[in-house]
């Protein structure tokens, strides 16, 4: 999607659409939308594509006006969140690392982020059967604050009914054992950015198992620099590619063997 192919009169739209975004003029925003969709172009296209921008641009009022047009027209929450907001950070991260962007336009894309996604978050609802949920413990590891990617896990899994107990960043090995016992949780869920830290998730898996809590409790682990064998290594279940894969994974696998889903004693 390339806005210079568009109709010029589209583009004249988006662009007031923008400015209506800008300055919260909700009434500009749901009659430009009708216009856009009267034009019959592929609003879902343009939407989730602005989405992405107002992210990378850590434009907050004009993607939190985006996800009302994201509502508006019926784009599903969970595609808004992962292909538009989300998206958008990605793109601020390459940027990122190839020099183009700096630490405060990352903290800046980053409420935008979270802005649209207080906003898509009733959408995001739960998914469950009606069973009692079960309990993940999720968090991201010791000597590591990134925790955009585990909070899209958190925010992926607690839509398809899992209650997660969110221990945040920079979380110690034992915290995770210790937090997988008191609440009796099913399933573990680490995150890391680094390569530097790693080497704290074995530490987790370990003390899961001298604790004899390992057979009972399903573990995920991701982030960026993971990979499907380096999971395996470590003796972790599973490493999905993203938040998205986490919860579906999480989902089929308590469903396929119901007797792992049974609380810790
Ligand atoms: C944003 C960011 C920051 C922000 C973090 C803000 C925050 N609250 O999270 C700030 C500015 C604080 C920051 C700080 C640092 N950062 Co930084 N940061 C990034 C950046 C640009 C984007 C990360 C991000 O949020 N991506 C978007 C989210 C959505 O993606 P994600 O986290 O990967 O999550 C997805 C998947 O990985 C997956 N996922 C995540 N968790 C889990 C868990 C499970 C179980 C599963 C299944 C999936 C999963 O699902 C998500 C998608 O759905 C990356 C570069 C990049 N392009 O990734 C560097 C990057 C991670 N940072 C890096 C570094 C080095 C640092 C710093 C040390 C300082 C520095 N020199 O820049 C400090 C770290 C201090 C510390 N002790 O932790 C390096 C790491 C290098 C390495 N390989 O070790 C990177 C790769 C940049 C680089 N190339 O130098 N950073």
Request: proline share 3%.
């Amino acid at each position: 999607m390339e806005f210079d192919e568009l109709p010029e009169e589209v583009r004249e739209l988006i662009e007031q659409l923008d400015e209506a975004a800008e300055d919260e003029e909700e009434e500009a925003i749901e009659e430009l939308t009708e216009k856009l969709l009267d034009t019959g172009v592929d609003m879902e296209a343009i939407t989730l594509k602005k989405l992405s921008l107002c992210v990378m641009d850590g434009e907050e009022e004009m993607s939190v006006g985006w996800t009302k047009v994201a509502l508006k027209i019926g784009i599903d929450p969970f595609k808004a969140l992962l292909k538009g907001l989300a998206a958008g950070m990605s793109l601020i991260g390459d940027k990122y690392e190839k020099g183009e962007a700096f630490v405060p336009q990352l903290m800046i894309a980053s409420s935008a982020m979270y802005e649209g996604m207080e906003l898509l978050s009733p959408y995001l609802k739960a998914n469950s059967s009606g069973a009692d949920p079960s309990t993940v413990v999720i968090g991201t590891v010791e000597g590591d604050v990134h925790d955009i990617g585990k909070n899209l896990v958190k925010t992926l899994l607690s839509a398809n009914g899992f209650n997660c107990v969110d221990l945040g960043n920079d979380v110690e090995a034992d915290r995770f054992v210790e937090a997988a016992k008191e609440y009796q949780a099913t399933a573990v869920s680490m995150s890391t950015l680094m390569t530097t830290t790693m080497a704290e998730m074995p530490k987790v898996i370990n003390m899961l198992e001298s604790s004899g809590m390992r057979d009972k409790i399903k573990v995920m682990v991701g982030g960026a620099p993971l990979s499907t064998d380096y999971a395996a290594k470590i003796g972790a279940d599973v490493s999905p590619k993203d938040a998205a894969g986490a919860a579906n994974w999480l989902k089929t696998t308590l469903s396929e063997s119901p007797s792992d889903t049974e609380n810790l004693n």
